[in-house]
């Protein structure tokens, strides 16, 4: 594994480990492009994961001080956790669920396809679906998705058995267990999936995907990529010129370094990386770099989701077996027949008894609520995720006194839902309950959504300048050596699990900056 | 199907003297004792009346007949070590189990912990459920309660299984009603 001097101004330095810098990294030092990952979080694998919801959380959250407003629930519920993601080596893919969709190709088009819709602050992508297609048939392949490239799809657990015959109930088409990024068969060094049923707390098996054990060591092991961890990058510096040359970041003993950088790609995710962007304010860059639009950590998008859990007459035992391998998408469709624009995915899920507690429905007590909690065993379960919205005062921002212990300002993440992200919930809330319903269940619960995992869309790409912080390769319209490399790049949020397209996208941002690099255009 | 079995093993119970509240906990000197003699908790820093105050509120903001008072206790033993330590804590425990009780006693006349049926309590509790004591005892219940792993075989969570090779021959798949 190489160490690169911290003097090294040849470097391309990637603030971030996930599905977008660990892809971005691996696929650089492929090219023999010399990169620098720093991570802020440590380095866990499959022998340290743990099997345990409240004591994985602690170890592989990010659980820096943030603050929330809105009228969201989750700002009432979980007033300093916004979002659910992983502060370790491999980001949120040591967490994520393994689903691996593809956009719809009207989803690339929204403004158009769904119009002006009020409120909202739509715009269409300046990619589409043709020009993505082999990005993504290159990103499944790297992740091993089941159902293409030749690989099987996941053997339905029960929680899939009572989802699928609810489904031919309604008389719904389209449903399987998923497109996964989790090995239905040995694949890429990597054994096939166990049926652990911790998919969220880090796969003790492997078999699922992430950049953190799998992109990350490939690599390494070119001898151009290093991932430094424990280093929390804290500003972004430039030049008088207004190129960006650095990086300043702390270790875990927090200690101040720079790193010097010719190219400088931001991966932190959509809380992190715009607040990264602001912080990294300076005389020439007065409103936070990258940020000559104002649109820096707007339009902040998290999916429309909701929980639906059901209780049987017989045990069901949700929680054995992969999370979150079973999906129907019949519902995914824009079809404005049902009173709203965009569609939504239905996708199996199980929490652990502890998360149950917690999430099930977050404050309430009483006799009502624990016999829920005692019909655990008997529950089937799934996640609602839709397309959301854009909306520009739904933003991730500064906060005007709170400061980290670096002195940085605090991120703040206002939301509050649009009238199409409440109809679209409704709609799936009373789908899958008449599923559920068809199917036996004597008891349902309508579960509000847990803090976001998919954060999107603070620093969304655009087709002009005026209107986003990116151009259609993630490189900022204002720094022509600043790229943005996460989720945040996306211009709307589209239904699908985001993943897949992050990885995408990566992997073609990486071709861009390589080529970029040669030409001495950066 | 492979199906768990969630029935505890019961305990022999055996006499015990003391003075026995409406939902059987006893307490005797600083101790208060459950109901099978099956655990005791100490309160010095509380006093042992507000202990049992305490146990019985957890038990009726998350009521599970079938799991044993211990449990609840549990979480309210660490109240016991906090208020050694924090006399603001101390005062607020006291200042708003005073309130509940006076409540409980205006409309039911009885202290909370006293009065028999549940409906009653927690019509009590529904009136005081914003208040800093409740909010406390009703959010670390959830952590204190449903992370216990003693509890998750009782509702039939079986917790860790990488160690055993997951579910992939243990029934990930073996639903047989559908």
């Known amino acids: 594994m190489p160490k690169f001097s911290k003097n090294d101004d040849s470097l391309v330095v990637i603030i971030g480990s996930g599905a977008g810098g660990g892809t971005l990294g691996h696929e650089l030092a492929k090219r023999g492009v010399k990169c620098v990952i720093l991570e802020a979080g440590g380095r866990h694998g499959p022998q340290d994961f743990q099997n345990d919801e409240w004591g994985s959380f602690g170890q592989i959250s990010w659980l820096d001080q943030r603050t929330t407003s809105g009228k969201w629930r989750v700002a009432r519920d979980f007033s300093g956790l916004p979002a659910w993601i992983v502060k370790a080596v491999g980001g949120s893919t040591i967490h994520w669920a393994g689903a691996s969709l593809r956009f719809q190709k009207h989803e690339w088009k929204a403004r158009t396809t769904y119009g002006n819709v009020k409120g909202a602050n739509l715009l269409d992508w300046p990619i589409d679906h043709k020009e993505m297609a082999p990005w993504y048939a290159k990103a499944e392949n790297e992740m091993g998705t089941t159902g293409t490239n030749g690989i099987p799809r996941l053997p339905g657990n029960n929680n899939y058995k009572v989802l699928a015959a609810g489904a031919k109930k309604m008389g719904y088409k389209e449903f399987h267990t998923g497109n996964m990024s989790i090995n239905s068969q040995p694949r890429d060094g990597r054994g096939s999936c166990q049926q652990i049923g911790f998919c969220f707390q880090g796969c003790k098996s492997g078999a699922k995907w992430s950049t953190g054990y799998s992109s990350i060591p490939k690599g390494e092991a070119t001898g151009k990529l290093e991932c430094r961890s424990n280093s929390q990058v804290l500003r972004i510096e430039h030049d008088k010129s207004g190129k960006v040359n650095g990086v300043v970041y702390a270790d875990k003993n927090g200690k101040i370094h720079k790193q010097k950088a010719r190219v400088v790609c931001v991966a932190g995710n959509s809380i992190e990386s715009p607040r990264l962007l602001l912080n990294s304010e300076s005389s020439m860059y007065k409103n936070g770099m990258g940020n000559s639009s104002g649109h820096v950590g707007r339009n902040y998008m998290r999916h429309m989701t909701a929980s639906t859990y059901a209780i049987f007459e017989k045990p069901v035992y949700f929680y054995r077996g992969t999370t979150m391998a079973g999906i129907i998408q019949d519902e995914a469709h824009n079809n404005t027949k049902r009173g709203f624009v965009g569609g939504y995915e239905l996708e199996t899920l199980a929490l652990g008894l502890p998360f149950m507690a917690a999430f099930l429905d977050p404050g309430q007590w009483g006799r009502e609520f624990s016999a829920s909690m005692e019909g655990y065993d008997h529950m089937a379960g799934l996640w609602i995720v839709g397309e959301d919205m854009p909306q520009a005062s739904n933003r991730v921002s500064l906060h005007k006194k709170l400061k980290d212990k670096y002195g940085m300002p605090i991120p703040n993440v206002h939301f509050t839902d649009h009238e199409n992200d409440v109809k679209m919930r409704n709609h799936a809330w009373k789908q899958s309950i008449a599923l559920y319903e068809s199917v036996g269940a004597t008891k349902t619960i309508k579960t509000p959504p847990y803090p976001s995992t998919h954060n999107l869309g603070t620093n969304r790409m655009s087709a002009k300048a005026k209107d986003g912080v990116v151009n259609k390769y993630g490189q900022t319209w204002d720094i022509k050596n600043l790229f943005v490399s996460d989720g945040s790049q996306f211009t709307t949020g589209a239904a699908e699990n985001p993943t897949l397209t992050i990885v995408a996208l990566a992997m073609r941002q990486a071709q861009y900056i390589a080529k970029q690099m040669s030409s001495k255009a950066i | ?178």
């Open chain 2, 1 to 178: 199907m492979r199906v768990l079995n969630k029935k505890a093993i019961s305990r022999r119970t055996f006499l015990k003297s003391g003075t026995v509240t409406a939902l059987g906990l006893t307490i005797m000197g600083t101790m208060v004792v459950g109901k099978n003699n099956a655990w005791a908790a100490s309160f010095k820093n509380i006093s042992p009346e507000d202990g049992a105050t305490l146990i019985q509120m957890a038990r009726d903001i998350y009521p599970h007949d079938f799991l044993a008072d211990k449990y609840y206790a549990k979480v309210v033993e660490g109240y016991e070590a906090q208020a050694g330590k924090d006399k603001a804590f101390k005062s607020m425990v006291a200042k708003e189990l005073k309130k509940i009780n006076s409540a409980a006693k205006s409309k039911y006349k009885s202290n909370y912990k006293d009065i028999n049926r549940e409906l009653e309590r927690v019509d009590i509790l529904k009136k005081n459920e914003k208040s800093p004591l409740f909010q406390k005892v009703r959010g670390d219940l959830v952590v204190g309660l449903y992370n216990n792993k003693e509890v998750w075989p009782k509702f039939g969570y079986e917790g860790e299984s990488a160690s055993k090779g997951g579910y992939l021959n243990r029934g990930f798949n073996d639903i047989d009603w559908l």
